[in-house]
């Protein structure tokens, strides 16, 4: 039991996935593993662990924000010695190429801040995902109807964005999409030696200012929850 997760030795499996919402933690266990049960209800950020296809899996909400899935990536790795930590999510796109309901693996994540921006001081530490996740994903997406794209990320510190000219830049250099966490995720997960990705469904986009119908995003994200628990256990 940590300061935000209630839960006790053996309750968090190896692996757990990251969504944001925790609701969606909610609807993603109930709805992909079997023998599931609530692990963690501190402050509402719910957490489940149940079994997929034999393995045990953890579903643990991560809210919004780098600082926010710093506390309990921490606290996952540092307490509860979780090995492989995969963010599932939504994401803005940023290339006209990329669609809405589109799959984005992000290879790398760009940023202008995160919780480790005081250690590393002037370094512009570059975070990128496991490679063997990477790979597994995209070999997972393959064989799903869902258009997937692999590369660079955005994670931004604010969503209320004001500058414009910052966007303009990600997308002049390739940025497949933006979020909220991955940059941080990557950080961690290269410090203490673990596996991280991030697999993310383009819900709205910046340039075309599409959006996925509320109707559509069950669906949709549940190919995202697939291709994640897909490799993970590859």
């Given amino acids: ?3 935000h997760i209630g839960a006790e030795p053996g309750d968090i499996a190896p692996t757990v996935l990251m969504p944001g919402d925790p609701y969606r933690a909610k609807w993603a266990a109930e709805t992909f593993l079997q023998d599931v ?34 506390i309990y990536a921490n606290e996952l790795i540092k307490d509860f010695d979780v090995q492989t930590l995969i963010r599932i999510g939504s994401c803005g796109g940023m290339q006209e190429h990329v669609g809405i309901r589109d799959v984005i693996l992000a290879m790398t994540a760009s940023t202008l801040s995160t919780p480790s921006r005081g250690i590393f001081k002037e370094l512009n530490f570059a975070p990128c995902a496991d490679y063997g996740l990477l790979a597994a994903a995209h070999k997972a997406a393959e064989t799903k109807d869902v258009l997937t794209h692999v590369g ?12 414009p000219d910052l966007n303009e830049q990600m997308v002049r250099h390739g940025i497949l999409g933006v979020e909220m966490e991955a940059a941080e995720l990557y950080n961690l997960a290269a410090r203490y030696g673990r596996r991280a990705l991030a697999v993310l469904t383009v ?8 959006a996925l119908p509320a109707e559509d995003r069950e669906k949709s994200f549940g190919d995202m929850v697939e291709i994640a628990l897909e490799a993970a256990f590859a």
């Fill in 152 to 163: 660079g990320i955005y994670s931004s510190d604010v969503f209320y964005d004001e500058r």
């Fill in 1 to 3: 039991m940590t300061i």
């Fill in 203 to 210: 819900s709205d986009h910046l340039i075309t200012n599409e």
């Fill in 37 to 70: 049960r609530c692990i963690n209800k501190v402050r509402g950020m719910l957490g489940f662990t149940g079994n997929w296809h034999g393995h045990p899996v953890t579903i643990q909400g991560s809210g919004m924000g780098m600082p926010s899935l710093s």
